[in-house]
């Protein structure tokens, strides 16, 4: 016996749960295949959830949504050496402010959402990998799972990065290595108390922390720290070309990473309980992926909306939005009866709508400024030699700052080329 | 055919210690032949008579054979209908016999046919079955006192079937010892008869066809074991073992771990479920020492210990260990093997060290 | 009997702690189910791929039985997941304690109330209790014909057809339906379940409970007092004493004084 449902959405984690929850909502009868055990178990991030688009999607979210800590506390730092510079902003802010994010574990969160796509009448069907995408004279019209074709109007590949459909429909090129980084994290077990006291949080109050320079031993990336409730996320993003030239395992960047005196002081004592590693593609829309076909729609990392612009992570955000948009896509496609890719080219619109693609769209150079190798080791390093000088007091004669700056400069980069660096920065960021 | 079955007409009404004799080709069973020997302790203490069963067919000569194990007597069952095993009429003769002549106890080897024929026969008598005993005891009332070993932890479980007769127990080959044979032994040959007619068979046997020995003992006869458990982690590392079996004039076994992940067939598994065997030597490698595989090798002559966790239990009883990586340790056990075979001298180190 | 309708077969099936997670509650000396994750038994998913084989080539309707707490829905909804057409759960309080004679009869009561039934297959033995009673228990209380430790089955002119695995070789068995067969353990790969499968699940009304009065089992015949074994205690194991001499060193040295002690004690001749 062939299944039939309106739509198919293939991958239950963030954009998948949000495309089937909006979905089901405007009556479309949907399937919600994830290949996971459970909707998220197969899922990493950093750790930080925005959490503006879940007042669009579940106005009541905040009361069962499994919130780690609301982040209260963002701060930069600056790695050389063993010295370090932070930047921090503070700034409590109510979970019913649209600009409030927080922290979170993936396989609670995906499963949360997941369910509330099922509350709202999708059927999520887990442990089940989606192989291909249902094909009819170039149309998709459904989906193939084993022995098994499921046939539907419209399909929402929500699979995540590196997943197989997206390239078999034709609608993502291969990625480039240069296009991927390396993401690792552990958690690392503290007591919730220790937390605040390290971080100078309140009970349901977090912090957030990027970091630059010698966090990534000079190639391009970054580091990041997330507090949990009780425990802290802990890892880095590094580019997989990087790691490739100077054949540096990332096990050994994390090592040194966690062994800086300024990440060790937050997470001594702790136990490291989890360790997982995922592939990041970086460019979002420098991966010019197609999101729109006839009968399929991309949603999430699987279409490359990501944000990584050196001081912001940002894709759960995104991929919940994205599902929306598709959704509201589809609502159009039902009313002309049309799910080609004309049917479904509102998209886009709706993407922009939703500032989706208008993010991307200006984040899209920094992706190219952040490949600026001096960003990550000769500038963080100057930064701090003169930082530094500023703060040392031995008795040897102080200078001015700028002559500091100057006498530091002299000789490790002409300053014309610092000065383009600066201005380019200004202009991609 | 349901046997309705009293419980409580009174313990006092069941007497007597029964041995289920299974022949195969001729000849009896070894499980059998030993279970002989552990009823006769058992009858002793109970100051009661012990019986063989033996259905079949022109059996009497066997019948005979058997009474100089120890038996008191044989109740022999002749029909033609009974000359291979069958479920169903094997059942009948048991169950008919059983509630003739009431006896309190009855031990079955846990043979293939032995397992298949207690199950459907405990169910239709509605009374207790323990399987794959390790050990038997009589408690205080005179109850038999079951024992075989628990999941999991180092214990053994003590099985009474209290209000319950008979007591109905079976053992596996070579968990205990196959008592002497005495020819001059006395005992009576009780020829009884059920009503088996061809409606009672109700399977048929097509064909038979032996396992062809690939050459090699097996190893619940060989001197010498060497078996291996989940520490191997792959299928093809028995061929190393074989190896050390060879050498050594052995017969290569595995742990229920190894047979359950694929690595080697069932016959080859020694431990609770599986055989018992009791080597002059026992070589176990990479193998835990969970107590059910243990209760298959425990009374081995000398057991020796391979494995890279020195907290195994294995090593508890053992003779011998090395805390080590069995990777490097077989092919070094072969090497100086293969040495000592070839009258090489003393032993020294390998030119090249195994990195 | 099979009037040229579809067969039904039926499988006993019994969800298991899953085979490396077996432990043992300290308090209570028994299996701990709570918590430990669990599997179905892996002889009786044997017997359920066979089932979905035949049905695979012929007209066939399963139906997957067990008998257990409603946690024991996990391994029907998978069975269902599998290709199994729908489930019965004999579940009741009054059961628990129940050793294989219960068992038996209480399974053999749901067959009966089933009805219908031309095939039964079981598992050889669970791998929690492992006494392979319950199969052949169920046969006799039925009274079918039984064929245990099959490894091969087949339907052949309305017959089943299967190959026994005995000691010294294998014998091949032949018998009418309705019969009863238990499955030797790794003798087939069960399939994975299915994405229809597991929508089947999800619609619902695949899976029925029913208690012992559903059924009509007396009372006075099942749970824990009227089983005929109990476990009266569990006590440590008393092994003979053993050397426990541990060889040191390099591979080669420990090895050496290994052969040694083996040479030594006669039980190697060089």
């Not at chain 1, 098994?148 to 390239?167: F, H, K, N, S, T």
């Not at chain 1, 980084?181 to 971080?199: D, H, M, N, Y």
């Not at chain 3, 099959?150 to 695995?165: F, M, P, Q, W, Y």
């Amino acid at each position: 016996m062939a299944e039939r449902f309106d739509a198919v959405v293939v991958g239950a984690g963030p954009a998948g749960s949000a495309a089937a929850l909006a979905l089901a909502r405007e009556k479309f009868s949907v399937l919600l295949v994830e290949r996971g055990r459970a909707a998220g178990a197969k899922n990493m991030f950093g750790g930080r959830v925005y959490a503006w688009p879940l007042f669009d999607l579940l106005p009541e979210w905040e009361k069962d949504c499994p919130v780690e800590r609301f982040v209260t506390k963002e701060s930069l730092v600056f790695l050389s050496g063993g010295a370090s510079l932070s930047i921090q902003f503070e700034s409590p802010r109510a979970s019913t402010d649209r600009a409030s994010s927080f922290t979170a574990l993936r396989p609670r969160f995906d499963e949360w959402l997941a369910k509330k796509a099922e509350a709202a009448g999708a059927m999520l069907i887990t442990g089940i990998r989606v192989d291909e995408l249902l094909r009819e004279g170039g149309r998709v019209r459904g989906v193939v799972a084993g022995p098994d074709r499921i046939q539907a109007d419209l399909v929402v590949v929500a699979e995540g990065a590196m997943g197989p459909l997206a390239q078999k429909a034709g609608l993502l090129p291969d990625l480039k290595p240069e296009s991927v980084s390396v993401g690792v994290k552990e958690t690392v077990e503290l007591p919730a108390a220790t937390i605040q006291e390290r971080f100078n949080v309140g009970e349901k109050e977090g912090a957030a922390v990027v970091y630059a320079g010698d966090a990534s031993m000079g190639l391009r990336g970054g580091g990041f720290l997330y507090t949990n409730k009780a425990s802290v996320s802990l890892g880095l993003v590094v580019s997989a070309e990087d790691l490739a030239r100077k054949k540096v395992e990332v096990q050994e960047v994390m090592e040194r990473f966690r062994l800086h005196p300024s990440v060790q002081r937050l997470i001594k004592g702790g136990k490291v309980s989890e360790y997982s590693a995922h592939l990041v593609p970086e460019l979002g829309l420098g991966m010019k992926a197609r999101y729109v076909g006839d009968g399929v729609l991309l949603a999430g990392d699987a279409a490359g909306f990501l944000i990584n612009n050196g001081y912001t992570f940002r894709g759960v955000d995104l991929a919940i939005a994205s599902g929306i948009a598709a959704a509201r896509a589809a609502v159009d496609a039902r009313v002309r009866g049309d799910f080609s890719a004309r049917g479904l080219a509102s998209y886009e619109r709706h993407l922009r709508a939703l500032n989706v693609l208008t993010d991307l769209e200006t984040f899209r150079a920094t992706g190219g400024y952040l490949k600026n190798e001096r960003l990550f080791a000769l500038y963080p390093k100057l930064l701090l030699g003169i930082t530094e000088k500023v703060y040392t007091v031995d008795g040897s004669g102080k200078e001015k700052i700028s002559e500091i700056v100057l006498d530091e400069m002299k000789g490790k980069a002409p300053l014309l080329k610092m000065l383009k660096d600066l201005l380019d920065g200004a202009r991609s960021m | 055919m349901t046997m309705h079955h009293n419980p409580l007409e009174g313990k006092s009404h069941f007497r007597g210690v029964w041995v289920f004799l299974e022949g195969r080709k001729g000849a009896l069973r070894d499980v059998s032949v030993q279970l002989i020997g552990e009823g006769r302790r058992l009858a002793d203490r109970r100051g009661v008579p012990l019986t063989g069963v033996l259905p079949g067919h022109d059996v009497e000569v066997l019948a005979r054979h058997a009474i100089g194990y120890g038996l008191d007597r044989v109740i022999v069952v002749d029909h033609p209908l009974l000359e291979i095993y069958r479920s169903r009429p094997f059942t009948k003769v048991m169950a008919t016999l059983i509630t003739r002549h009431k006896p309190e106890i009855v031990l079955y080897g846990a043979s293939k046919n032995g397992r298949d024929l207690g199950g459907r026969l405990h169910a239709v008598l509605e009374t207790g079955l323990a399987a794959d005993c390790v050990k038997f005891d009589l408690d205080d009332e005179g109850n038999l006192d079951m024992i075989r070993p628990s999941f999991g932890g180092k214990s053994l479980a003590h099985i009474l079937c209290k209000q319950h007769r008979p007591q109905m127990a079976s053992a596996r080959r070579n968990v205990f010892l196959a008592p002497p044979h005495d020819p001059t032994r006395h005992g009576e040959i009780v020829r009884e008869a059920v009503d088996l007619s061809e409606a009672d068979i109700d399977a048929k046997l097509l064909e038979f066809k032996e396992f062809v020995r690939e050459g090699g003992t097996r190893p619940d006869e060989a001197d010498v074991v060497v078996s291996g458990g989940y520490g191997l982690g792959d299928a093809k590392y028995f061929g190393m073992l074989q190896e050390l079996a060879d050498l050594l004039g052995g017969a290569v076994a595995a742990s229920r771990k190894a047979v359950d992940s694929g690595w080697i067939p069932k016959e080859f598994q020694v431990g609770q479920t599986g055989m018992t065997v009791r080597p002059k030597v026992y070589f176990a490698i990479g193998i835990s020492g969970a107590v059910q595989h243990l209760a298959g090798m425990q009374e081995s002559d000398k057991i020796v210990a391979i494995n890279l966790d020195p907290k195994a239990a294995i090593f508890d009883i053992a003779d011998y260990g090395i805390v080590g990586d069995l990777f490097q340790v077989v092919p070094e056990l072969i090497r100086q093997l293969k040495d000592l075979k070839a009258g090489k001298g003393p032993v020294v180190a390998p030119l090249a060290t195994i990195a | 009997m099979p009037a040229g309708g579809p067969l039904r077969i039926l499988v006993c099936i019994k969800q298991v702690p899953k085979a490396q997670e077996l432990q043992v509650d300290p308090k209570t000396q028994t299996l701990k189910r709570v918590g430990v994750p669990s599997e179905i038994n892996p002889p009786d998913a044997n017997a359920l791929e066979f089932a979905l084989r035949i049905k695979d080539r012929m007209p066939a309707e399963i139906v997957v039985l067990s008998m257990g707490p409603t946690s024991f829905d996990e391994s029907l909804e998978r069975s269902i997941g599998m290709g199994a057409d729908r489930a019965v759960l004999l579940t009741d309080r009054i059961l628990g304690g129940s050793d294989t004679v219960p068992t038996a009869h209480a399974l053999s009561e749901t067959i009966k109330k089933i009805g219908g039934y031309d095939l039964i297959l079981c598992g050889e033995e669970t791998t929690d209790a492992s006494t392979g009673h319950v199969g052949p228990g169920i046969a006799g209380h039925l009274d079918i014909p039984q064929i245990t430790y099959i490894s091969e089955l087949d339907i052949v002119d309305g017959k089943v057809r299967a190959r026994r695995t005995a000691e010294d070789g294998s014998e091949w068995w032949e018998a009418a339906m309705p019969c009863l067969v238990t499955v030797n353990f790794g003798c087939n790969k069960p399939r994975a379940p299915t994405l229809s499968g597991k929508i089947r699940v999800k619609r619902g009304g695949v899976i029925v409970h029913w208690s012992c009065a559903d059924v009509g089992i007396d009372p006075n015949k099942v749970g824990l007092k009227n089983s005929p074994t109990i476990v009266a205690k569990v006590d440590t194991v008393h092994l003979p004493p053993r050397a426990r001499k541990l060889f040191h060193g390099e591979p080669w040295e420990a090895v050496a004084q290994l052969l040694k002690a083996l040479v030594k004690d006669g039980v190697i001749r060089p």
